[in-house]
């Protein structure tokens, strides 16, 4: 075990799962209950990562850490009303609203969706639904990842998204997650999204916090997601993550992709967040599967952004491709760390990575590391990654034609961005998120 | 208008324009020639405000103002355009939202309105026309993944468009086939007033012949060597710069 000064906060979890086993919870099943009971293992064994850790050498956490966090909270009446989610809601993108408050569905925030091609329901709701025991928990490696053990553990409650085969959703389902509380909290939601065969859906997660009436607190998010998409299935899924300084996150994505499925993941963070992790995880499990997970990050104040990534190709025939561009202001901190692994089996693949980063200020740090694994001989992959400044020429193209520094530098960090925003295939949403880039500018 | 007086500047400590003095008055037409390297782009460049060159000595006045002391930007919002020799090619940024943005920023600078999309849009159709820019560049990205005489006429339709008082033409001409030329000058020649001026770098006389100019000065190394009437150009295209070079020995030793 590694120990560090998270040491109270590690015990706290300890005598949480005990106290826990004893009160064990009857509506959850046996399997359920042992894999809780190794995930906790795993955990009790792996603490929390410190910088030894390869995949955590250049964050420090124990400042995120040592606050004195409610684990086990009961919930917050939070007064979360229509404004708020009216001015959540994405202009012109026609989509369901899911509403998640600490991590909590809230039944009357959120839109239903008629018919019963769409499941949407709480987690702890679905847990004898056939794709929560045919999926739920089988994916995460649990004696490597810190966090998703304990959450595995840990967790409450979260969201679940059924979409059932062969179904085409033409409407985006809109996840609003909202953290908003008085009190320090230690928040594990865990998601579950089951993309049936054949089916196609959109899905929109966006992560925003909410003022508290009384005060603010610092929360500490450490969710996990896991998403199936099944044979000939596709899956947009975007994620747009703000937040306020007094928010940290640990993200999860655990993906698995079956036969001739695609699978594409947006994900662009702006200023605000005090830390934000992003493990993306991407198996591509089935011959023909095609997976793109394109990211953008504006990282800005002393902010930390790491996005870790891993695409996994076991079978042959599968091609990937990874655009993540960053812009660093102020002395805001990247990570990109995107592995890529081409199994012996997994001959014909295309795997393709880029990660460019875009510096506007000397005090802001990047540490790009791509990492390929490559154990098949018929393979094409190849990947880069850049930082640099502006393009002094380009910005004196445009001084030349009268506009000033401060828009010559917005247009060329939007034309930077573009690479990446411009693959987005819903103009709402392209503008949204270019209307983020210009707030997270100034 | 335009007034150059001793102009030296230099680029990474090594001197490129040794005591250069112009002057154009409005509704005139410069022709600037000389050999590769004397330092023609160089003058352009320093006139539009490239922070890469160091101007180590001499003023330029424009209508009574110090360009000098100006930011690239606002030499642009006072009417100075550079028809670059090598456009930039900037992808993802949209020819046209490039215009618009820098028409309003000239616009505000001269405390005039932004203008409305529509009068807007209106006269992007009418100066696509004049320089027969095909309609399907406007759209893409700024210059990316256009041929050389596209980027040149972009050029030009970004100086029928913004209206400038001094335009500056450096080598428009090069990379430009005998029809776009025909109407590239045409462009020029419509556009042309008595209230603003055009300095026209060129190799050859082709252009000269459409665009005919009331000076033609020779830059070499650094210094104009020779100023003269329309004719200096054909003298030059049957000469070449030897005689020049020669002169310049000549003068030396003397
Ligand atoms: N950024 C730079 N760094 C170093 N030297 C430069 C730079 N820009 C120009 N020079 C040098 O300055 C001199 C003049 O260059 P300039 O481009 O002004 O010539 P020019 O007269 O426009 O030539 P051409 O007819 O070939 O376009 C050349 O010797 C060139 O190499
Ligand atoms: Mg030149």
Redesign the interface.
Same mark, same amino acid.
């Given at each position: 075990m590694i120990k560090q000064i998270t040491n109270s906060l590690y015990d706290q979890f300890i005598a949480d799962f005990e106290l826990r086993s004893i009160l064990s919870n009857a509506s959850e099943s046996l399997a359920l209950h042992a894999l809780r009971k190794e995930a906790f293992k795993q955990f009790k064994q792996l603490g929390f990562p410190n910088t030894k850790v390869e995949d955590w050498k250049y964050i420090n956490l124990s400042p995120f850490l040592k606050d004195d966090f409610l684990t086990a909270a009961e919930d917050e009446t939070i007064v979360i009303n229509k404004d708020i989610i009216d001015s959540a809601k994405i202009k012109k993108l026609g989509a369901y609203h899911i509403v998640m408050v600490n991590g909590r569905y809230q039944a009357g925030l959120s839109d239903t969706i008629p018919g019963d091609e769409v499941f949407v329901s709480p987690l702890a709701a679905a847990m004898d639904r056939p794709a929560f025991e045919a999926h739920f928990g089988k994916n995460v490696a649990l004696d490597k990842n810190h966090f998703a053990a304990l959450n595995t553990a840990l967790f409450r409650d979260g969201l679940f998204i059924e979409i059932k085969a062969r179904i085409i959703v033409e409407k985006p389902i809109h996840v609003i997650h909202i953290i908003s509380s008085a009190n320090t909290l230690f928040l594990q939601p865990r998601n579950l999204f089951v993309i049936g065969a054949g089916a196609d859906g959109i899905i929109v997660e966006s992560f925003i916090t909410v003022n508290h009436p009384e005060k603010n607190a610092k929360v500490f998010v450490n969710d996990v997601s896991e998403i199936i998409v099944n044979e000939r299935a596709r899956l947009q899924h975007f994620c747009i993550q703000t937040g306020a300084e007094h928010t940290s996150y640990v993200h999860h994505t655990e993906v698995v992709q079956r036969q001739s499925s695609a699978y594409n993941n947006y994900k662009a963070s702006f200023p605000g967040t005090a830390l934000l992790r992003n493990n993306l995880n991407v198996s591509l499990n089935g011959e023909n599967v095609e997976s793109h997970l394109y990211g953008l990050y504006l990282v800005a104040g002393r902010q930390i952004v790491d996005n870790h990534t891993t695409v996994d190709h076991l079978k042959p025939n599968c091609h990937s491709n990874e655009l993540y561009k960053g812009v660093m202001k102020d002395e805001g901190v990247a990570i990109f760390n995107g592995k890529i692994l081409v199994r012996k089996d997994a001959q014909k693949t295309n795997a393709f990575q880029k990660n460019n980063n875009l510096m506007l200020s000397k005090k802001a740090v990047v540490d790009s590391k791509p990492q390929l694994e490559i154990f098949a001989d018929d393979v094409k992959c190849s990947h880069g990654s850049t930082i640099g400044q502006f393009?002094?020429?380009?910005l &004196?193209?445009? /001084? =030349?034609?009268?506009?000033?520094?401060e /828009?010559?530098k917005a *247009? *060329?960090i939007? =034309? &930077? =961005? &573009?690479?990446v925003t411009?693959k987005i295939p819903i103009t709402a949403l392209q503008t949204y998120i270019n209307h983020l880039i210009e707030e997270g500018l100034n | 208008m335009l007034s150059i007086k001793n102009l030296r500047a230099s680029v990474e400590g090594k001197e490129i324009l040794k005591g250069v003095n112009l002057e154009v008055k409005a509704g005139g037409i410069h022709a600037i020639m000389g050999p590769n390297g004397s330092g023609k782009s160089t003058l352009a460049s320093v006139l539009a405000g490239n922070p890469n060159f160091e101007v180590t000595s001499g003023e330029v006045w424009l209508d009574g103002k110090n360009l000098l002391e100006m930011a690239a930007e606002d030499r642009a919002r006072e009417g100075v355009f550079l028809a670059f020799q090598y456009p930039v090619e900037i992808p993802g940024v949209s020819n046209i939202n490039f215009l618009r943005t820098a028409m309003n920023e000239i616009r505000t600078y001269r405390n005039l309105p932004a203008m409305e999309a529509k009068e807007f849009l209106k006269m992007v159709k009418e100066k696509q026309k004049l320089v027969e820019f095909d309609a399907a560049l406007t759209n893409r990205s700024l210059n990316e993944g256009f041929s050389g005489g596209e980027k040149k006429r972009n050029e030009i339709f970004q100086l029928a468009m913004l209206d400038p008082k001094l335009a500056i033409l450096d080598e428009t001409d090069s990379g430009l086939d005998i029809d776009a030329l025909r109407i590239v000058s045409n462009g020029v020649n419509k556009l042309r007033s008595d209230k603003n001026a055009f300095i026209i770098i060129t190799h050859y006389q082709r252009l000269l012949d459409y665009i005919v100019p009331d000076f033609v000065h020779v830059l070499y190394n650094g210094q104009i060597a020779k100023t003269g009437g329309k004719e200096l150009a054909l003298e030059l295209e049957e000469k070449g710069y030897d005689w020049l070079k020669e002169a310049a020995k000549e003068q030396e030793l003397a």
């Open positions: 393009d002094e020429d380009a &004196f193209y445009l /001084k =030349a034609r009268g506009i000033g520094e /828009k010559a *247009l *060329l939007h =034309a &930077f =961005a &573009f690479d411009g | -």
